[in-house]
């Protein structure tokens, strides 16, 4: 498969934002590859396509599939696994939020929880003591608010989005 200028340049940004959020970059462009694609793709055409090894195919299709980002198709007469990922921006959003907040929100609100139920909180100063449920307590009402979110339809959270712009916009004065 031969990528085109603007493909090419859009999977390469996608690499390096994934690499900004700690995602490792080959599996973002794999990520960026499948979604720009019109049809599933074989592994071996993943590797070539974007010049990496096969082993690093394998073990990043493995971590997207383990978020649930991608999904194994099969074609008539092939015996490969293709793959493919959904072309809907706002489900691989909800995807997205939904994996941070099990690999990184649920441990944190655990690790908070542990911290203030801890007979050795009393150790703590009082400004940390506080510091450590306002954390928690602002941790609980982001997780609250994105559940909320997400469960709203895409037209809905767009609505709410473009009212929270004028919302900051009508509080700024402007």
């Not at 691989?92 to 944190?108: A, C, M, S």
Request: net charge neutral; hydrophobic share 40%; with cysteine.
């Amino acid at each position: 498969m031969k990528l085109t200028p603007v493909s090419e340049r859009f999977i390469l940004h996608w690499g390096e934002m994934g690499a900004r959020w700690g995602v490792n970059r080959t599996v973002a462009q794999i990520h960026a590859l499948l979604y720009l694609s019109e049809r599933p793709l074989p592994a071996d055409e993943i590797a070539e396509t974007l010049s990496v090894a096969r082993s690093n195919v394998s073990t990043s299709l493995k971590e997207l599939l383990s978020w649930r980002l991608v999904k194994v198709s099969h074609q008539m007469g092939d015996r490969r696994d293709h793959f493919e990922t959904s072309k809907d921006v706002w489900e691989l959003f909800k995807l997205i939020v939904e994996g941070r907040k099990q690999r990184e929100v649920e441990p944190t609100l655990a690790v908070l929880g542990e911290c203030l139920a801890s007979p050795d909180l009393e150790q703590e100063s009082p400004g940390t003591r506080q510091r450590i449920r306002e954390t928690r307590e602002f941790v609980q009402v982001l997780t609250t608010w994105a559940e909320e979110m997400l469960r709203q339809d895409p037209e809905t959270l767009m609505k709410v989005l473009k009212l929270g712009a004028r919302i900051r916009n009508l509080v700024r004065g402007e």
